[in-house]
């Protein structure tokens, strides 16, 4: 959690212990760890996945499903990846009142049925 900046050691006056204070904001908190996961997690698949995808369009490399489906793939991540890079830049008090508007949201774009 230091490392990721989510505590920092705090000295206390006459105690030798080390001693740690968190990040108060909880949205903060958030962002960080969110940030933190997308880097160690998302951005290597991501990766991977432009890798796959460029070596399935050579000639005579793979079936055509399988770079139709690492093609989804990459897409789906790459946009969901956009829409966290656009969500994370947005301050900590506009996100607050997006989180008021969920079940309004439901309403405006009308029922969604999920896939399973």
Not at 17 to 41: G, L, P, Q
Request: a positive charge.
């Amino acid at each position: 959690m230091q490392g990721w900046g989510i505590v920092r050691l705090a000295h206390v006056l006459g105690d030798r212990r080390d001693h740690f204070e968190s990040v108060k904001d909880v949205w903060e908190i958030f962002r960080i760890v969110a940030e933190e996961r997308k880097r160690r997690e998302i951005d290597p698949t991501l990766r991977v996945l432009q890798e796959c995808v460029g070596e399935l369009k050579k000639p005579g490399s793979g079936s055509s499903y399988a770079r139709e489906r690492m093609e989804e793939m990459l897409n789906f991540l790459t946009a969901t990846t956009g829409l966290f890079e656009e969500l994370i830049c947005i301050p900590a008090g506009a996100l607050k009142g997006m989180t008021r508007l969920r079940g309004k949201l439901t309403m405006l774009l009308g029922p969604v049925k999920r896939q399973r």
